[in-house]
């Protein structure tokens, strides 16, 4: 059967991993395993894992997004592999709507979801009030709602094997973070896969400051987007 | 050389000097033109010495003060790598004078003019005679007792990285791992079995040598250091020669006796019983590629793999394994599931070799003429 390996980096999050990982068990209905990274927490996001029997990769200091997610997709023994921030909460159908879009198509390589915070095309106003509303009405499998974009953002980002094979891991000169997900979708699309958004899923994104405070944040998109046109000598932001 | 004995070697070689001169001129011809070397009053004085011991660990004192002077390494620099860098370069371009049995020795001397030298303590640690990234595999379960004593040996070792596997436990393992080393810890709440580690952990390496160690054995850092040599030196697979603390044959365990008999099956009956099943033992990058890392879930099918592609195996250290070996329930007893398991992995490797190389493996059968009763094959 298709497992999926969902890979979680972490830094200091305990409370929203355990939300999460809480709703990954809750609403996934196909089988899957975790692996969470943990990039040197302090606080006790590694008793968590370890309690709750979550594969753990713990690491001695924090090594930015890129670098964590490739050692999880290393570890990773699933036929697809997904990205997914900490401070998410997943909804039902979540995973087996992605998969549906994922594999309708051979030349599909990336899928994400709409959320109601993120970068580029996949945010959209939050169709529910409640989280226990998403639980009750939220998701209905609709392949309609699909439709293809140039890039997925990083915060839940579902790829298949293949692709990994074809173009390898992420790039980890945007450590700690940023663009990475703009490169991958550019490479897969490069080796003539084709990314999508499931319109069709909607995860809760808290948008927490995963990266510092806000002029840091600034900094880091800046440098790491001149870095992007260093590397592949166009601006990323036309595919946002 | 005192000056008495200076004298008294300059006595001699003048008086051979003098001895050889009318040897010469006893052979000479008449008109040819007397050719003599031109040999410089040193040698004429003191014959070449051939460094000893002693003077090779004065050289390695004064190279070390030489590296610390010429050097300043950068705060967030790794020092033990970077010194470690510097002593190297210069043990590998004088390996070929320096006596091997006394590296332990002139790797202090090196470590002890350098820190003289560059005024800091004298650090604990153990110098590796390679340039190479070298990365430690560490197997966990339960070992709370002993692992603390196996991180601290590794981490005199100039290592860039150390991967610790931490599988099946209800203990401290994790925790102690955690606070008292720089390692990347894998924790899997369940127990993977034996040697899935060892896979799981080469995927993760990115190290041009890897040396495997159990938890549950500290080794002195020194003793590990003939198993990052042998990669240096050639080999792909470093392996640890048991053959000592094995006794007679009608002793040795049914373990035992397939290890040796894959070996003598694939050819190489100079590896005896040694056999990646154990650890610790050292892989080359080119070793994990051409194996595969899921094949080392089953050591002598890795084996059998590495012996077929003709990769370098030898078996460059001695380490007691087997007295100190750890009694589990699970491994004692003339019939007990892990013998069981490694007598099955033997088995899976035989079929792979046979599937390639045929059903005799190295030993054909030269001697029948099976095709007079009906028979064929060899």
Redesign the interface.
Known sequence: MNLTSIIIPNFNGRQLLMDCIYSIKQFTDTPYEIIVVDNGSTDDSMDFCRMDGITLLSLPANKGFPAACNLGLKLASGDQLLLLNNDTIVTPNWLSNMLDCLYSSEDIGIVGPTTNYASGKQQIPMPFSSLNEIAEHGNKPDKEKWRQVERIVGICFLFTRKVMDRIGLLDERFSPGHYEDDDYCHRARLSGYRSMIAGDVFIYHHGSASFGRQDNLKQLLADNRQKFIDKWSFDPNLFI | MSSMRRRIVREKAANNRKRVKSRRSAHTMVGRKKWKPHVPSRLAVEPAVDHSMDAWIKEAYDAGGRDASLHQIHEAVDHKRCINQYWSGWFLSNSKSIPWRNYGSISNAYLDGYSRRAGIARPNWVLIPTNRTVGVIVMVMNEEHTITGVIEQLQRLPLNEMIVIVNGSTDNS?SIV?KI??????????PLGHDVGRA?GA??AYSDILLFLDGDMPIYAEHLVPFIYGIEQGLDIALNDITPFLGVFSSRDSVTIMKEFINRSMGRPDLQANSLTAVPHALSRKAVEEIGCKHLIVPPKAQTIAIRKGLNIGAPQSIDVITKNRIRDKNVGSSNPVADMIVGDHLEALELAMKADGERLALHDSIRNRSFAGGSGN
Do not use: C
């Open positions: 994790f955690r080393s720089d390692a990347m810890i894998v924790h899997y709440s369940q799981i995927n993760l």
